[in-house]
């Protein structure tokens, strides 16, 4: 057996048999473990393990070169499958995608976590601040920004040049929303700030379930926050899953900055209270099965794409998806509909359980 993967990494239809008999299997962006076996100016050779020999070259090789550059025979760094049939049969391989995809999945682990990073900001704009976090771009908010460092001002045009005097600080932060698919890191230094022992108490006097008077004091891709108008040093979270029946793009389609709200407290855990609007409005799925049946013909509002198909804004602030296979796949659907268009669908079923309407084009 030594002998046969001594020989497989000199040979890529040798270890090609070898991945199928032993039955493991590689797939495609997976990120495995590369052993560095060579490099030149036009390819770097990489061993991966009992799947035989990896390749890095051209256009991948240019990108990656500096990190191929920091490395010796026997180093193992991660690498991303980009085709498991590639030059002269090697498998081919991405160093720079699997550090962005390892990055993005430690994203993930800190926003379900909480734990306290550090980002060192590299930029600013009318909306708040940039900064790395392990090589991606990661933006607080200036909503985000903790008391000493928010905008004093309310001009936007103006936030920026308030906020130059932040760049090459370091905030402490907590990841709150990742986004892989839009490129879409959002980081809080707020977050990380625990609350006065005076909020606190304040707190006391409230109880889940109450409706309380507010004012949008901040709109973030996320959700808003409100500011309670009998006790203005407790301000409380809507997430954007809390503002309508409906999905939305950004919370700025329902309310405006320094709105007069009523919000219902949802919970109040650790110094912190998380609000709904939508719990105060008429929930549109109690009664759509007496709206709406199978094989009824409706019209409708494209509302926007997503990798399932399309939302479709129909009437009493309902919703509905027709299937990108509806198209035959997702260009095909983006060339017939367009965001915005008005038209005519037939009702494939009706599931109030899980508030789902499907559509289908009217032919």
Not at 21 to 50: C, M, T, W, Y
Not at 203 to 232: H, K, T, W
Not at 246 to 274: A, C, H, S, W, Y
């Amino acid at each position: 057996m030594a002998m046969e993967q001594a020989s497989a990494k000199t040979n890529p239809l040798l270890a090609q048999m070898l991945k199928i008999e032993g039955g493991q299997r590689l797939r495609d962006g997976e990120v495995v473990n590369a052993v560095l076996l060579s490099k030149s100016p036009r390819a770097a050779f990489f061993d991966i393990s009992n799947f035989g020999t990896g390749i890095i070259y051209g256009a991948e090789l240019q990108s990656s070169k500096e990190m191929i550059k920091g490395l010796n025979v026997g180093d193992t760094i991660a690498a991303k499958i980009d085709s498991l049939d590639g030059h002269m049969g090697y498998v081919e391989l991405s160093l720079s995608e699997a550090g962005r995809q390892k990055a993005w999945q430690k994203a993930k682990q800190l926003e379900e976590t909480g734990e306290v990073v550090k980002i060192k900001v590299t930029a600013v704009n009318q909306g708040g601040v940039i900064g790395d976090l392990n090589g991606l771009k990661a933006f607080v908010p200036a909503s985000q920004l903790a008391a000493e460092h928010a905008p004093k001002m309310d001009d936007r045009s103006r936030v920026a040049e308030e906020l130059k005097g932040l760049i090459g600080q370091e905030l402490a932060v907590k990841v709150i929303t990742v986004t892989p698919r839009a490129n879409k890191l959002i980081v809080s230094e707020r977050e990380t700030v625990a609350p006065s022992a005076n909020t606190k108490q304040l707190l006391e006097s409230y109880q889940v379930g109450q409706v309380v008077p507010g004012l949008v004091s901040g709109i973030a891709d996320f959700g808003i926050f409100v500011r309670f108008v009998d006790n203005p040093e407790i301000e409380g979270l809507v997430h954007i899953s809390e503002i309508d029946h409906r999905i939305i793009d950004t919370p700025k389609e329902i309310v405006n900055l320094n709105e007069n709200v009523q919000v219902k407290i949802i919970d109040i855990k650790e110094g912190r209270v998380f609000l709904s609007l939508k719990a105060l409005k008429a929930d549109p799925w109690v009664n759509v099965g007496e709206k709406y049946k199978e094989g009824q013909e409706v019209s409708g509002r494209i509302y926007k794409f997503n990798p399932f198909g399309a939302i479709v804004d129909l009437e009493s602030g309902l919703q509905g998806l027709i299937h990108v296979s509806e198209f035959g796949g997702s260009e095909e659907m983006k060339n017939m509909i367009k965001v915005g268009d008005s038209r005519e669908f037939v009702i494939g079923s009706v599931r109030p359980e899980e508030k789902r309407i499907v559509l289908k084009l009217k032919k």
